[in-house]
């Protein structure tokens, strides 16, 4: 941290809790390797750059998973991310290329060296042209990161594509609790679940808004991801909570009004379950059903017992 302070390196690497102990001037760049659960996190690292009237680039590397951090942050901040792609590796290579040249181009050799040396470089490379020089040397300063970039994979995610090509793998059924009572048809829910999470509403299909709750088909491989980000959102200051449906809420559903059942399937005080018929709204379940009144007449007998008939002599 000293030397940092000093100048005496250029980079440092640090924990939320050594960062905001840096009190240092002139900071250019604040990089996030991975973006806070808390935005006001976020404030203190990025703040960094703006000490004593200075402004700088903080440059978060984030994924797909992180869509909802970002936009609970944009919300805090009054501010957008601007999105960058990652640099592929033949651009890595071309900036590493252009670097080098720049350094030799502004390179500032001392006479001494000319007068020393020049003439026993101009006579060993006599039978070299320039283009022959300029590749050796190039390839002897880059050739280590040449190999290391010129196959690199594409290490950005179009969620969007992503979610189409998933969709041919098959699709999840989720549940979230939001309703017709919340304002909400089919177009609007998936529009909201689209907008929340930055995911293509063209991916949620299959689209069910009962009175309480609603259904929606994902592709399965971006079930874990919705999940997670569009249960960390808000409708009119109420919590979401999205999970995969299950399949007896599936069946019940398709009649998209019923939102509530009947009572039929609970025990009064003291019932006995009986071996009723099955419920047709929820196969595999008995059907319960309990007399009240029967019950009732019981308890009265029990506390005013009828008097006993004497028998005839």
Known sequence: MAKFKNRQLQVIVATDVAARGIDVNDISHVINYE??????VYTHRSGRTARAGKTGICISISTPREIAKIRRIERMVNSRFEKKEIPSGGEVIKI????????????????AFEKK????????????????LLHKLLWMQLNPSILAYKNAND???????AAKAASKNGTVRLFINLGKKDGLSNKKLADFIADSVDFDYKSIDRVTVTELSSYFNVPADTVDYIVENLSKQKYNGRKL?????????RRRDRGEDRSLRSGSDRFGSGGERSSGRRSSDEPGRESRKYDFRSENRKKAEMKNPAPKKKKAK
């Open 35 to 40: 973006l806070p659960d808390d935005p006001e």
């Open 96 to 111: 590493k290329i252009l670097s080098f040249l720049d350094e030799i181009r502004e390179a500032q050799p001392d006479n």
């Open 117 to 132: 040396y020049i003439s026993l470089i101009q006579e060993e490379l006599q039978d070299m042209t320039q283009e022959e």
């Open 155 to 161: 290490l950005n995610v179009n969620v969007k594509e």
């Open 241 to 249: 909570r999205v999970d995969e449906a299950e399949e007896k809420s």
